[in-house]
C-alpha cells in the first residue's frame, strides 16, 4: 500500500483510543520557526507518558498550555508537569537561566502544580548575567544584519559552552568552584564589555551571591538526568522528549545565520538528554496550518498586509517569551517536507486549522522559483533561500467555524480537502489536528504513537532483502 492509500485509509479512522495503549518512546519537534503549538501537543501526550525531557534550548522557549481556561506559559520546564505522576526533566543539552528557572517554579507552586517530579541536568549549561548583556549588545552591533533573537542570553551561554569556558549546574552547587569559575569567567567577560561595549565591570562578589541564592533553591532538583532517563529506559517506561524551536531554527540544518544555537530536529533529543539513537521509536512533527516567524530572517511565504494581520489577529500570534508579533504567512509545503525528511517524522500535528476558518481561498507554497530556475526542495544556503519566490497552488476555504469539531468528519470538506493535500504534499500522515488551544479542541485522527510507523511504510514499496 502507497503511503498515500496508507494515509486515506486511515484517515477515516478517528475514535482511536489513544490512551490506554502503552507509549513508545516518542520525540516531538516543531516542523517550522517554532511556536507550531508543541506545548499544547506535548502536554496532551504527556498523560500517557511516564517522563518528560526537555533536550535542547533554554528560556527562548515559550510553551503554552491551555487546561479548563487556565494558561500556563512554560520556558524551560516541561509541558509534562501539568500531570501530577508525570516525571519531568530539564536534560543536559539545555541552556539554564537559573532566575527565569526559579519565577518559572515560584509561580508553578502558586498554582498547586506539584513540583517534586522535576528533575535539571548537572551538566546543563547555565546563562550568566553577562551572557544576557553580550546577547543584547551584539545584536546592536549587527545593525542589519541583526537576528532578532529573544535577548535571553542563548547564543552566548552555547558559545562558551562550545569554547569550553562555560559554567554547568554542578559548577554552581560546589560554593568553592563557583567561585573559581565567576572570578576566571568574568575577568575576560568584563574585558569584552569594557573593551567592546564600553560598560562598566561586573563585580564578581555580586555575581557569586546572587548566583549561590539559586544554587541553594535548585539543589534538591539537580542530579544525573542521563542516568535517571536510562534507568527508566530500563524499567520500560514511556518517555516524551519534548523539543523546544523548530527545524528551521536548528543551528546545522535551519536557515543558518537566522536560528537559535541548538539542535532543535529529533537528533538533537539522543545528545541534549543523553541516550542512544536506539532508544527513539518514533518522531511526531508538530506545525501550524500556516507559518509563522519571529525574529529576522527569510521567511519566502510571508504574507505582508490584510490576510496577514487577520492571522497574526486570529491566531493570537505575539510571542510567548518576548511579546514581539509574529511574522505571518501561508503553509510553505517545501519546508514542511523538508522537516519530514530531516526529522524522520513518523507523523504530524497540525495545529491552529481553525485560524484559517475565514479565508475564501488559501495558499500551500508548492515549490520555489530561485533565479528563473523552479526548485522543489529547501536550498542549504541562506543566501538561496532568500530569493526564493514561492509558488503556490491555491485550495479553497471553508470560511465556516472549526473550533466545535471534534472529530474529522465534523470538518468541512474543504478543511479535510486542505488537510489531505498537506499530508500527500508532503507524505506523511496527520494524526492529530487541533482546531484551538484547548485540551478539548483536539481531534485524534489516527493514534500518533502506535499508528504505522512512516520508514516503514516506504520500505514496505521495495522488495524486501532477506
Ligand atoms: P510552542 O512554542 O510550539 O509551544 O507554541 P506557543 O505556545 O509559543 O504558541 C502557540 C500558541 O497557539 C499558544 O498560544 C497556544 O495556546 C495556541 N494554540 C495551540 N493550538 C492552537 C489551535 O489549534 N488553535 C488556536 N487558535 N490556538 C492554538
Ligand atoms: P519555542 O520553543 C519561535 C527565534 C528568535 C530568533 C532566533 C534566535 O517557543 O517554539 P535566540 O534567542 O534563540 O538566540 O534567537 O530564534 N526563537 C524562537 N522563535 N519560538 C521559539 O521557541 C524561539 N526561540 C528562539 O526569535 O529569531
Ligand atoms: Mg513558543
Known sequence: MTLVAEYEDNFSLCKLNLFNKPLANVVVIGAQWGDEGKGKITDLLSKSADVVVRYQGGVNAGHTVVVEGNTFKLHLIPSGIL????????????AIDPQVLIQELDQLEALNIPLGNLLISQTAHVTMPYHRSIDRLAEERRGERKIGTTGRGIGPTYADKSERTGIRVQDLMDKEVLREQIYWAI???????????????LDPEEVIAEYSGYADRLRPYVVDTALKIYDAITRRRNILFEGA??????????????????????G???????????????????????????????????????VGEMLCDRGAEFGTTTGRQRRCGWFDGVIGRYAVRINGM???????????????????????????????DFPSSSRKFARCQPIYQTLPGWQRSTAECRSVEDLPKQARDYLRFLAEFMQVPIAIISVGPGREQTIIVEDPIHGPKRSLLYADSTPARV
Open 83 to 94: 500531570y501530577p505522576g508525570t516525571d519531568c526533566i530539564i536534560g543536559c543539552g539545555t
Open 346 to 376: 513518523d507523523c504530524l500535528a497540525i495545529t491552529k486549522l481553525d485560524v484559517l476558518d475565514e479565508l475564501a481561498e488559501i495558499k500551500v507554497c508548492v515549490a520555489y522559483e530561485i533565479d528563473g530556475q523552479r526548485c522543489e
Open 187 to 201: 575577568n575576560h567577560k568584563n574585558a569584552i564589555l569594557d573593551k567592546l561595549y564600553n560598560l562598566p565591570p
Open 245 to 266: 524551536q523548530g527545524t528551521l531554527l536548528d543551528l546545522d540544518h535551519g536557515t543558518y545565520p537566522y536560528v537559535t544555537s541548538s539542535n532543535p530536529i529529533a
Open 268 to 306: 538533537g533529543a539522543c545528545v541534549g538528554a543523553g541516550v542512544g539513537p536506539t532508544t527513539i521509536d518514533r518522531v511526531i512533527g508538530v506545525a501550524k496550518a500556516y507559518t509563522t516567524r519571529v525574529g529576522e530572517g527569510p521567511f519566502p511565504t510571508e504574507i505582508k498586509g490584510e
